[in-house]
């Protein structure tokens, strides 16, 4: 009430008693939505923290953890057969569970092979500086003069090739859509994210694999490059897969981002077709064997599971199909400088995306 009174004696001076009561009414408005919206960020993070996934919280348990030998051969008992999930031409990979029970993969590398040290070292390097939600995890590694390996996020669902190939699972054309704009964020940070641009140099169904949400990851950079400063390209003495390699890797061994693009091309085309590029012989290759066909005899070439024979719904689902097997072909051009780059690429598959789920 004091206060009150002191205004009034003011009078000429200072702004009548409703209009300065109404100017701390909107004070102390502003204050408590302030301090409720404060109260309600915090309780978002706390139930965020608590709602976390628990596989989650346990790799990032390990994360923190070094992992020793022995405690790896008791996860994969003793590097079983049983639980071999993948080999390559440096590395097996074997299922593991830890005394947490948290799942992983280890990729044992024969030290055998010369090229399987630097393929150990070269994976690490790489790995440990990338972080990206379509790239494989390394949570750590174990190493000693007779055993090499990395211990890795497990992926649940397996390789893209898996899915593609084997007659008890099946991907439609959405699915297969997703896991390939999947593929190519991976492939878009690798290339221009990064600080240096970094090189997979084995894009394949293989080396793409899918977490428990069918999310995919990339894997396997034990032959990948790092580009230095103000390089384009460089050349390397390894060979990738044949067939998914570029012209200019096959021959010259060139390799640059371009490369990466190119057998991106060749998976998408694959993924689409169900035909693995090795399956034709001669002049005749996946890319010359699509392109002969598009745009009017798509339905030649499309996997036959994808296509609805339902009305118009059809020739819709055909004419998304032949869009995406269009910008596979943009991307695996003979010549470099005539491929789409990923961020192109990345933005035209999810256009087409958004023309799938309208159909």
């Known amino acids: 009430m004091k206060h009150c009174v002191v205004l009034q004696d003011f009078g000429s001076r200072h702004a009548p ?26 309780w978002i993070r706390y139930r965020r923290g608590k709602s976390a996934p628990q596989q989650a919280e346990s790799l990032s348990t390990v994360t923190r953890e070094r992992i020793s030998y022995y405690e790896l051969l008791q996860a994969t008992d003793d590097l079983s057969e049983s639980n071999l999930i993948g080999f390559g031409s440096f590395s097996s990979v074997y299922k593991g ?15 055998q092979l010369d090229a ?57 054309t959405n699915q297969r859509l997703s896991i390939m704009i999947d593929v190519e964020c991976a492939l878009e940070y690798l290339h221009h994210g990064c600080s240096l641009p970094v090189i997979h140099c084995d894009v394949k169904p293989s080396n793409v694999l899918l977490d428990e949400d069918m999310v995919a990851h990339l894997s396997d950079f034990d032959i990948s490059k790092l580009l230095g400063e103000d390089q384009g390209d460089l050349y390397t003495k390894t060979i990738a897969t044949l067939r998914y390699i570029a012209p200019e890797y096959g021959l010259d061994g060139l390799v640059s981002t371009k490369c990466d693009v190119y057998s991106y091309g060749i998976m998408l085309l694959e993924t689409f077709t169900k035909r693995k590029p090795y399956e034709f012989e001669g002049d005749l290759s996946l890319k010359h064997w699509v392109s002969y066909s598009l745009p009017e005899a798509v339905m030649d070439v499309v996997d036959v599971n994808l296509v609805t024979p339902i009305g118009n719904r059809l020739q819709k689902e055909l004419d ?17 400088a005539r491929r789409t780059n990923m961020k192109d690429v990345v933005a035209m598959l999810q256009k087409i995306k958004i023309q799938l789920l309208a159909c």
């Open 17 to 42: 008693l409703h209009q300065s009561t109404n100017q701390i009414g909107k004070n102390c408005a502003i204050a408590v939505v302030f301090v409720t919206m404060a109260f309600v960020l915090l």
């Open 97 to 111: 569970i830890l005394r947490s029970g948290t799942a992983i993969a280890v990729k044992v590398f024969n030290l």
């Open 116 to 172: 399987a040290f630097k393929s150990f070292d070269t994976e690490w390097d790489v790995l440990c500086s990338l972080f990206h939600r379509n790239l494989v995890k390394v949570i750590t590694s174990c190493s000693n003069l007779d055993f090499k390996a990395l211990v890795l996020e497990y992926m649940p669902n397996g390789s893209l090739e898996k899915y593609l190939y084997s007659h008890n699972y099946f991907l439609d």
């Open 320 to 336: 998304v199909v032949a869009s995406i097997l269009k910008v596979a072909l943009d991307c695996c051009a003979e010549s470099p």
